[in-house]
C-alpha cells in the first residue's frame, strides 16, 4: 500500500516564475490539504480539496491555488515566485467521513522549494 | 481560534531515561489533539491522536500521550528514550470547519527538537 507521494522531491525557480508540486493521496483515501513549512517552523494550513473543490483555505493569498482531479490526486500552483515562498510544501491525505472529519492526516516526504 | 503551543524549542534526554515533550492546548469545544515526529528532509509522520476515552494514548514507537483536561496539556512521553527519538516532534490540533461538510485542518506547534544523548 503506497503512502502520500509527492513530486518532485527538490525545485529550485527563480523570482517571479511559476511552480507545480504534484501529490498522489494514500489508498482509499479522498481529501487532500496542501502546506507550507519554512524553515525551523511547523507546518501551516494553506488549503484543503475534496471533491475536487476547495473546502477550506489558510491564510495564503490568491498566487497559491490548487486543483484536484478525479482520481483524488493534487496539484498546488505557486505563481510570481517570492524569496518567501522557499519552503517545504506537505501535502497530506485523509479520508473525510462526511460531517464528522474522524480521520487523522497523512503527509509526504514534502517538494524542498528554493527561490532565488 | 484553536491553537497549542510547545514551550521548549529543544529538549535533551540522556539515553534510556524518561523523555517528556510538552504542548498546551486553546479549543473551544472537544480537542482533537496529534503528535507527529519529524526526521531531517522527511515529512510528518503520525504516532498518536487523542479524540475522546482514556486520558493515556499508547502510540507509535513505544510514545504515549497524556490528556489533561484540568491543565489543557497533551504531553508526549516515552519511558526509556532511544538515540534514534532523536528528531523534531510537533503537537497538533484538528480545526473543524462544521461549515463545509466538516472539513478540516491541522494547526501545528512551533515544534520541540528532542536530542537524545548517547
Known amino acids: 500500500d503506497a503512502g502520500v507521494t509527492q513530486s518532485p522531491t527538490h525545485l529550485i525557480k527563480t523570482r517571479g516564475q511559476q511552480v507545480t508540486l504534484r501529490c498522489s493521496p494514500k489508498?482509499?483515501?479522498?481529501?487532500v490539504s496542501w502546506y507550507q513549512q519554512a524553515l525551523g517552523q511547523g507546518p501551516q494550513f494553506i488549503f484543503q480539496y475534496y471533491e475536487e473543490e476547495e473546502r477550506q483555505r489558510g491564510n495564503f493569498p490568491d498566487r497559491f491555488s490548487g486543483h484536484q482531479f478525479p482520481n483524488y490526486s493534487s496539484e498546488l500552483n505557486v505563481n510570481a515566485l517570492l524569496l518567501g515562498d522557499s519552503a517545504l510544501y506537505l501535502c497530506?491525505?485523509?479520508?473525510?467521513?462526511?460531517?464528522?472529519?474522524?480521520?487523522?492526516?497523512?503527509f509526504g516526504p514534502g517538494t524542498r522549494l528554493t527561490v532565488t | 481560534a484553536q491553537s497549542v503551543a510547545q514551550p521548549e524549542d529543544q529538549v535533551n534526554v540522556a539515553e534510556g531515561n524518561p523523555l517528556t515533550v510538552k504542548c498546551t492546548y486553546s479549543v473551544s469545544g472537544n480537542p482533537y489533539l496529534f503528535w507527529y515526529v519529524q526526521y531531517p528532509n522527511r515529512g510528518l509522520q503520525f504516532l498518536l491522536k487523542?479524540?475522546?476515552?482514556?486520558?493515556l494514548v499508547k502510540g507509535s514507537y513505544g510514545f504515549e500521550a497524556e490528556f489533561n483536561k484540568s491543565q489543557t496539556s497533551f504531553h508526549l512521553k516515552k519511558p526509556s528514550a532511544l538515540v534514534s527519538d532523536s528528531a523534531l516532534y510537533f503537537c497538533a490540533v484538528r480545526d473543524i470547519d462544521y461549515t463545509t461538510s466538516g472539513t478540516y485542518k491541522y494547526i501545528f506547534g512551533t515544534g520541540t527538537r528532542l536530542k537524545v544523548l548517547a
Open positions: 497530506a491525505s485523509s479520508f473525510l467521513l462526511s460531517g464528522q472529519g474522524a480521520h487523522e492526516q497523512y
Open positions: 489508498s482509499g483515501h479522498d481529501t
Open positions: 487523542y479524540i475522546t476515552g482514556d486520558n
